[in-house]
């Protein structure tokens, strides 16, 4: 892998009572994220991809370095905006390259037919086309949650708060609303900070605590767990 020229991202588990806490002090601060909704929050769906190997799963959870995954994103349940993504990740750095992609263009990747991202330049989804078409790349699990978020433009900086985390059951619909999910964790609460190379420190002594330990929390491998691993 090319090495990565991204951004730091740090992920904590919290409680709820933590959150609330953040929250107070942050939005004095920070600006709520324009995309949420009047109660500061937004809902997310991604389905995630990986190939007959589970190599995605098995790089995050064996520690992997340098790893890659694919995703494609919905927000409300809403096809205004689609997202394929690519998430590579080199030592402490994360890069995340973004295409938005039609409804009809979402309905091709899932008949397993992508050769649409040939035509775009740069060929930053190469590796995702070559692995849909040997058909080793396939969807693999659903995950859905509400965010909120809060950013500080001035210093690209971007905080978010993710709860009600649940998982497809073995529904593959990004579209599909009334599919059937769990809840793998229901008091489940991660802090995501994602930042470049400047991190204020105004900000940063509020949300680094002695007491809060960082993790490597994977929404991708929390949804495979609760799934048939296939």
């Known amino acids: 892998m090319e090495d990565i020229r991204g951004r730091h991202e740090l992920k904590y588990y919290i409680s709820y009572f933590d959150f609330l806490s953040l929250k107070s002090k942050i939005r004095h601060v920070m600006e709520v994220d324009r995309n949420a909704y009047v109660n500061g929050e937004y809902e997310i769906i991604s389905l995630y991809f990986d190939d007959i190997y589970n190599s995605a799963f098995r790089e995050k959870i064996s520690g992997t370095n340098n790893r890659t995954k694919y995703r494609i994103r919905i927000y409300n349940f ?29 309905e091709e990747i899932m008949k397993g037919r992508a050769s649409f991202l040939l035509e775009e330049r740069p060929h ?12 080793t790349l396939k969807p ?4 859905r949650y509400n965010r909120e978020a809060y950013c500080l433009r001035a210093a690209n900086l971007r905080i978010t708060f993710d709860r009600n985390l649940s998982t497809g059951n073995n529904n593959l619909d990004l579209f599909d609303r009334n599919g059937s999910f769990t809840c793998p964790e229901s008091n489940l609460m991660i802090l995501e900070i994602k930042y470049d190379g ?25 949804g495979r767990k609760f799934n048939y691993l296939y």
């Open 78 to 106: 809403s096809d205004n905006v689609i997202k394929l993504q690519k998430k590579a990740k080199g030592g402490d750095l994360t890069q995340k390259v973004s295409r938005i992609i039609s409804r009809d263009k979402y």
């Open 124 to 135: 930053e989804f190469i590796d995702f086309y070559e692995g849909i078409k040997n058909r």
């Open 140 to 143: 693999k699990v659903l995950v």
């Open 198 to 222: 400047f991190f204020p420190s105004h900000i940063k002594s509020i949300v680094q605590s002695s007491s809060r330990l960082r993790s490597s929390a994977s929404k991708y491998v929390l």
